[in-house]
Antibody
Framework: EVQLVESGGGLVQPGGSLKLSCAASGFTFSDSTMDWVRQASGKGLEWVGR??????????AYAASVRGRFTISRDDSKNTAYLQMNSLKTEDTALYYC?????????WGQGTLVTVSS | LPVLTQPPSASALLGASIKLTCTLS???????IEWYQQRPGGSPQYIMK???????SKGDGIPDRFMGSSSGADRYLTFSNLQSDDEAEYHCGESHTIDGQVGVVFGGGTKLTVL
């Protein structure tokens, strides 16, 4: 059974940092492209960014709204993807989902809530 | 960049049929889109991919009463024999590489109510 489990969310002040984790199981993580997608309360989905596999040089891509502030990484030995978020803004408040990209977003985690507030 | 437009809400009677629409910006009318279902309090679930020629590819376990189609810049998700379980938010999304830049765009979502 495929599982994606996000963790690391919480309350942080504007300008602060937070690192999210996504632990994967049930598929070959090292061959997979992993994305982060967020959803503010009552709003639609917003793509955050992507990291590809070692075979694709761990290439990353980011939405314009987070580029330069957020960094996606992975540790294939731990089957885990990460989202490092710096210089957080109130508009970054959202539920953050980890998802596998294989022609579509075929598996999703349950999400971890990030709240940016003073 | 592509823009995807969805009506914010739709409703239909239990057992009826309904077609949800996702409209691509005109200059991106040949793009393929993906449909996702998000039940209240749940995570999104992949339903299908719909191409400009109307062909579609469903995710695992998606029932036959879910169908995809296309007309011009519009991509459709049609439900037949609506069930109460179909009441959910439906998102369309599109993944692209333009000028070497990877990106994903989602529509605003349509909340489907089953009456």
């Amino acid at each position: 059974e495929v599982q994606l489990v996000e963790s690391g969310g919480g309350l942080v002040q504007p300008g602060g940092s937070l690192k999210l984790s996504c632990a994967a199981s049930g598929f070959t993580f090292s061959d997979s492209t992993m994305d982060w997608v967020r959803q503010a309360s009552g709003k639609g989905l917003e793509w955050v960014g992507r990291i590809r596999s070692k075979a694709n040089n761990y290439a990353t891509a980011y939405a314009a709204s987070v580029r330069g502030r957020f960094t996606i990484s992975r540790d294939d030995s731990k089957n885990t993807a990460y989202l490092q978020m710096n210089s957080l803004k109130t508009e970054d408040t959202a539920l953050y989902y980890c998802t596998r990209r294989d022609g579509a977003f075929d598996y999703w985690g349950q999400g971890t809530l990030v709240t940016v507030s003073s | 960049l592509p823009v995807l437009t969805q009506p914010p809400s739709a409703s239909a009677l239990l057992g009826a049929s309904i077609k949800l629409t996702c409209t691509l910006s005109s200059e991106h009318s040949t793009y393929t889109i993906e449909w996702y279902q998000q039940r209240p309090g749940g995570s999104p679930q992949y339903i299908m991919k719909v191409r400009s020629d109307g062909s579609h590819s469903k995710g695992d376990g998606i029932p036959d009463r879910f169908m995809g189609s296309s007309s011009g810049a519009d991509r459709y998700l049609t439900f037949s024999n609506l069930q109460s379980d179909d009441e959910a938010e439906y998102h369309c999304g599109e993944s692209h590489t333009i000028d070497g830049q990877v990106g994903v765009v989602f529509g605003g979502g349509t909340k489907l109510t089953v009456l």
